[in-house]
C-alpha cells in the first residue's frame, strides 16, 4: 500500500505562523498512521507570486493533484487588490479549486458548550447547533463571463455574469442529499428564485432531485431569510444547500453563531465523501486576519478542524479524525482559549493544548525531506 500524501501550503497573513506552530499534530499524525502520511510543503499565496510570479506555480499545482489532500492557509487578496486590474493574478485558491476540480465545499458550523457565552448570540439560541452548509464553489458569479470593466463615454460600466447549468446545480445538489442521508436527514436549498432566473433553475432541479431521496426532508429558502434565521434560530438547520456567492457570505454569518470566524473549518471535494479517500482541499475559513498577521495570537482551530476534515474525507483515517476532533472538544472545556474566544493563549500554545489531548505511540516522527519540506510528520520543533 502506498503511503497517503499531505500537501501543506501555508500562505500568507497568519497562515505560515499557524502552520508552524502545527508541528506537534503532525507528529502525533505520523506517528498514528500506517504507512506513514508523508507530509509536503510548498509556497502559495502572494508570497509564491512576489518569489516566482505566479500564486502557485505548476510544479505545485501538480503536486497538489498528485497528492491525497492538500492543507490550505490563506492568501493575501489585499497586496493583489493594490496591483492595476490588469496584471492582478488569478488567485491561487481559485486555480487550486479549478486544478483539483473542487465544486462541492463543505462547511461545518457546530457550537461547543464551553464556548456558548462567546458567541454574540443569546446561549439558548447557539446550544446545541450542528450543521453543514455545502456550498457550490466552481459556478456562479465568481467564474461566469462575461466579467469585467469598461469605459462607455463619460461612464464607467461594469458586468458579473451570474451563470448556472442544470448539471451544475445536480452534481452539488447530491453531495447534499448524501450528507443529509447520513446526518439527520434534513436539507434546506437555499435560492432567490423569486427574482433571479438561476434561482428559478436552482429550485427546480434540486426539487427533481429530491424525489429520489424520499427519506430526506426537503424544504427551500430564500437567502436572505435564511440570513435571518442563522440568527434568530440556527438549530433548526442540518445540512444548508446554496450557490456560490449565497454559501460564501452565509457561512461567514454561521461563523459568528460559534463565535469566531477562526473556529471554522472548510473542505472542498470533487464529489460526495463515499469512501473516506477521496482528493480534496481543506482550509480554515479565517482567512489572512493581516490586523493580527505575525503576532502569534492567530486562532488554530479552524485548521486543526480542516486536518481533521481531510482525515476523515479524503486520507481514510476516521478514527484519528474522531480523536482530532475530541482533542480540540477537550482542550476548549478544559479553559483552553485564544483572544478572539475570550483567552491569552498564542497560537503555539493552543496547539499544545490541543496536542496534549491526544495518544501517541513509539513510532518516530517526522523528517525533513531534500526540498525542505516535512515527510512523514513534524520537524524537531514538535511537542
Not at 14 to 40: H, V
Not at 235 to 252: A, C, K, M, P, R
Request: negative net charge.
Amino acid at each position: 500500500m502506498s503511503a497517503p500524501t499531505l500537501l501543506l501550503l501555508p500562505g500568507d497573513g497568519i497562515g505560515p505562523e499557524i502552520f508552524g506552530a502545527m508541528e506537534p499534530i503532525f507528529a502525533w499524525l505520523a506517528e498514528r498512521t500506517d504507512p506513514r502520511i508523508e507530509i509536503r510543503e510548498r509556497p502559495a499565496g502572494y508570497r509564491a507570486f512576489a518569489a516566482e510570479g505566479a500564486t502557485i506555480s505548476d510544479e505545485t499545482l501538480a503536486l497538489a493533484a498528485a497528492s491525497s489532500a492538500v492543507l490550505f492557509g490563506a492568501e493575501s487578496t489585499e497586496e493583489y487588490a493594490r496591483l492595476p486590474r490588469a496584471d492582478r493574478p488569478e488567485p491561487c485558491v481559485l486555480k487550486l479549486r479549478k486544478g483539483l476540480g473542487g465544486y462541492a465545499n463543505l462547511r461545518p458550523v457546530a457550537t461547543y458548550p464551553a464556548l456558548e457565552e462567546f458567541s454574540p448570540l443569546k446561549r439558548e439560541v447557539v446550544r446545541d447547533v450542528d450543521m453543514v452548509i455545502v456550498r457550490e464553489l466552481l459556478g456562479g458569479l465568481y467564474f461566469g463571463r462575461p466579467q469585467g470593466i469598461e469605459t462607455i463615454g463619460d461612464r464607467r460600466r461594469a458586468v458579473d455574469s451570474l451563470v448556472y447549468t442544470s448539471d451544475e446545480i445536480e452534481r452539488i445538489a447530491l453531495v447534499a442529499f448524501e450528507l443529509a442521508r447520513s446526518r439527520r436527514s434534513r436539507l434546506c436549498s437555499v435560492d432567490k428564485a423569486n427574482v433571479l432566473a438561476t434561482g428559478s433553475l436552482w429550485r427546480d432541479v434540486v426539487t427533481s432531485l429530491g424525489r429520489q431521496y424520499p427519506d430526506v426532508e426537503l424544504t427551500h429558502m430564500y437567502v436572505d431569510n435564511c440570513a435571518m434565521q442563522l440568527v434568530r434560530r440556527p438549530g433548526q438547520f442540518d445540512v444548508i444547500l446554496t450557490e456560490n456567492t449565497f454559501g460564501d457570505i452565509l457561512s461567514d454569518s454561521a461563523a459568528m453563531v460559534v463565535g469566531s470566524i477562526g473556529m471554522l473549518a472548510s473542505a472542498t471535494l470533487a464529489g460526495p465523501p463515499a469512501d473516506g479517500s477521496a482528493p480534496g482541499l481543506y482550509e480554515s475559513v479565517s482567512g489572512t486576519a493581516p490586523d493580527i498577521a505575525g503576532q502569534g495570537i492567530a486562532n488554530p482551530v479552524g485548521t486543526v478542524l480542516s486536518l481533521a476534515l481531510a482525515l476523515r474525507y479524503s486520507l481514510a483515517s476516521p478514527t484519528l479524525a474522531s480523536e482530532l476532533e475530541k482533542a480540540v472538544e477537550t482542550a476548549l472545556g478544559a479553559g483552553a482559549r485564544t483572544r478572539d474566544i475570550g483567552g491569552d493563549l498564542g497560537t503555539a500554545d493552543m496547539v499544545r493544548a490541543i496536542a496534549a489531548n491526544l495518544r501517541a505511540d513509539s513510532a518516530p516522527g517526522t523528517t525533513t525531506n531534500s526540498e525542505g519540506g516535512r515527510t512523514n510528520g513534524a520537524s524537531a520543533n514538535g511537542p
